[in-house]
């Protein structure tokens, strides 16, 4: 018991664990995922709707989406913004690891009379001889990847934006780390039925790294059968340190705003977006 204490309450270095398939692919969890997405009482994996509206009016007024726009939305999930762009008649490729997300993008295209290419697969390895005029990554998961994952997935931006084209993403903001602390808490089915069916018992265990301005959420989940563990890992930016991660790619931010909704920057905004072009 006390060797198990000591693990869970261990600080491990930033980005050294990798769990983030596990969260989006465990059949259980992504269930749970799915569910979240899709829920309007909550903006834990998805933004509600009347978020992602606003957002796909200004995506469309920004980028003059319309036929023949080929877009690229990485980490899709459940198809909410895909789908949308694809009745603006936008020519959509969806990209996702979580094959629980992408069959209810597929049954939703499909009850839509829509063509969208969905493609299953961890974005990280994408390779494609498409080229993009947009590629969305929305809800800020740009920040859960370690600065390696970061420079992959920008090169891989970088090489199937099409001439002219652009890249829109969202992250978290310093003033977002300023806000959290370090926490932990414990309980028998915490978060419900979320994480297994099984009986479990949960702990949460919330790390702050001060000087590298990265956040920490870790699951220690035992079940009568097995531990699973989950590190959740987010890198907050502020617009310098986010434009040199593009800038190390060949990409240069034009423009700044407060969400990828399009609202003006506003530097007490707890997430901020960025649209960046080729250099
Ligand atoms: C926070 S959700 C956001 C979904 C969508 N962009 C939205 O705003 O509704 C992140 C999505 O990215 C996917 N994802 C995370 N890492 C991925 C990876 N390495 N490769 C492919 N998909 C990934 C997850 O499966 C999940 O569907």
Redesign the pocket.
Known sequence: MYKKLVAINERPSPFSIYT??TL??DPHIAQQ?LKT?LDQSTDR???RLPF?EASLGWLQRRFNIGPGTRIA??????G??ATRLAQLGAEVTG????AN?LRYAKETAVSHNLAIDYIH????SFQSDKRFDLI??????FC?LSPTQRQQLLSIFREHLADGGAVVLDVHSLVDFARFEESVSYGRHQFGNFWTDEDYFAFTKQFKYEAEQVTLDKYTIFTPTRTLEIFNWLQYFDQASLAAEFAANGLTITDWHANVAGEPFDPQSHTFAAIAQPT
Do not use: E, Q
């Not at 939305?73 to 459940?78: A, E, L, N, T, V």
């Not at 990209?95 to 979580?98: A, Q």
């Open positions: 983030a398939d989006w692919t995922m997405h994996a998805s933004r992602i939305d990485f980490g899709c999930g459940p909410l913004y990209i996702d690891f979580s997300s697969t961890n974005y990280l969305l990554l929305i809800f800020c998961d859960a």
